[in-house]
């Protein structure tokens, strides 16, 4: 990758142009997502760089759209809806995409590509045709229950809600569990089995230990597919199940408020917080596999 | 011959087979909850959207005897619809009024022909009015002459089966005439012209994605760990970030009064009176997800570059190829394979894109998603939106499939 000592004008410019044309890309990448950060505290209500922010003088930045969001009902009504029905939908995710995946790593699965293609599916699919099948398909099915079952229709939004993100969070789960799955050790069961320990005790003494970097990767997965879904909430839900990414669409879509600055300020910690978490799991992972024989 | 057999005496190979059904089953019983799950959550769901698409049944349902008094009726001659049909369309009609329905038909029929809701909406009064033992014909002649004019008739039999293809002509910018299929006028064609916008954007998002996408996979690829760990941090940070969280920073980028706009004026390049416009139109859309989607081209291409040893490119060059011809005729036919599962992933998550486009699009930049979310939400043309969704769903699945063929769904890899 250095460059030799016997290159040419031409090459030493075409690779110091490289690296400056890279060092644009990484720019392009990442510059939109710390830009919002400072202007976030920007003391007025524009969406730019202030004198008074340029020359770094404290009158320039406040805290105040931070005060909006903890202190707007709008804000915090979105957040508490979010953060109900992530974790909710997350885990019936985890839970079916799990044992799935085990099913689904079984050396002899019939339809097994077939299968495999339909629980994908909802990553594929766009967003706006699932929403606009769960729109029909799922007000019946709310009627349904509320008019014959007689349940509660502001439960019944919500169990709307919580299913259909974890149907769009599945596919996450099936990926990054059966990935680990590909490197599990099969005597290990069978080591457990030959010591008399029954299939659920070897599941959760055994195979769940090793496969857990996998699940709690997925579960992220689904938990961030949840927690940033807007298309499916907005045509599924009613405007009392309000999400925390359905406020910030209303907000862009008619009056811009500085405070979705900082909202979006607060969910980026949130992802460099998940992304740590990743890739701490990923190095236990390596490490765990590296152990394994075979 | 003798066989083999177990302890137990069973044949070894009947004892095999049903070991291996018993793991099928186990497997599949495994399978089976998420399966039924997503089956019921996601697949049906979708299904039964599919149907609306060439649904019909609201216009035999809700004029049940004039549908079959048509069916004798041939619109070759002419000839207006005898006493019996008109007597047929006033029973109907009267049951339709008395439970409500028939502005719901009136807004149906108005999809294939404008003023069928107004003259539907009207008739609720007529029909009260009307007489009964005087020809029902000249009362409905005399109620709207609408009720003497052989295209209403027309109408009511093309559109009278239980199933139509009505919507998806529509879709296509087509039209049902007595005289067959025919495109709308010039005027009139819209969502061919979209479908092709989406196609064409979703292309060049994807090419523009290649461009930028392929030498950061290559140094991601080639440099040393730590530093390629630290850089794929600025790839995986965007990919991680809120969608919206990345559609309002270029939405605050982008305003006329944004940072860049401010920064171009400050370096005079552009004058304080002449800001750009970069949003709320196709370079707004394009530029914004492009940014998005970025992370989907990088991902996989990098997986491949990695995979290939550099050693290929020193011997190129060491049997005298130049720089270029070593890069494209050793090294870029190894990475095509990155390319194709990149540029597939990216081009489909492209052409369903709604949010983004929604956002910053404004009027030009919009895909055919937000058109179907239109239908939905404001002009209540449910049949039209599953119509536009089917066409858009198989486009997708056609990309899926060639996707599954060449890359294989199970090797889709994440973060």
Known sequence: MNLPIYASTGQKAWYYSFRIICGLIFFFLIAPILIIIPLSFNATDFFTFTPEMLKLQPEGYSLKHYQDFFTNSDWQNAIRNSLKIAPVATLIAVVLGTIAAIGLSQSHVPFRRAIMATLISPMIVPLIISATGMYFFY??????????????????EYIKIVLAHAALG?????ITVTATLVGFDRSLTRAAASMGSGPVRTFFKVQMPLIIPGVISGSLFAFITSFDEVV??????????????????????????????????????????LLVTLELLRRRSERLRGMSPG | MEQLQTLNGVPLKKQIARALFKQKVRALLLIAPLLIFILITFVIPIADMLMRSIDNSIVSQTLPQTTTSLESWDPKTAQLPDEATYTALYNDLKQAVEQKNHTKLGTRLNYENSGMSSLFRKVGKDVSKMKEGVSYKEQFLAADKAWGDLNTWNLFKLYSPKYTDGYFLAALDMKKTPDGIQRLPESERIYLNLFARTIFMSLLITALCLVLGYPIAWLLANLPMRTSNLLMILVLLPFWTSLLVRTSAWKVLLQQQGVINDILVWLGVISHSGRLELINNQLGTLIAMTHILLPFMIL??????????????RAAKSLGATDWTAFWRVYFPQTVAGIGAGAILTFILAIG??????????TQGTFISNRIAYHISSSLNWGMAAAL?????????VLYWVYDKIVGIDKVKLG
């Open chain 2, 300 to 313: 996989p291409l990098y997986s491949v570059m990695r995979t290939i040893p550099p050693s290929y490119l």
């Open chain 1, 139 to 156: 007000a019946r099915l709310g009627n349904y229950m509320v008019d014959s079952l007689g349940m509660n229709a502001n439960l019944v």
């Open chain 2, 353 to 362: 894109y709604y949010i983004t486009p929604e956002l910053v699009g404004g």
């Open chain 1, 170 to 174: 599945i596919p996450f789960v099936i």
């Open chain 2, 389 to 397: 969704g089917t066409i858009l769903l198989t486009l997708v699945l």
């Open chain 1, 232 to 273: 499916v909430v907005m045509f599924v839900g009613s405007a009392k199940n309000k999400t925390l990414p359905w406020q910030m669409f209303t907000g862009l879509r008619e009056q811009i408020s500085p405070t979705i600055l900082a909202v979006a300020t607060i969910l980026v910690v949130l992802s460099v917080m």
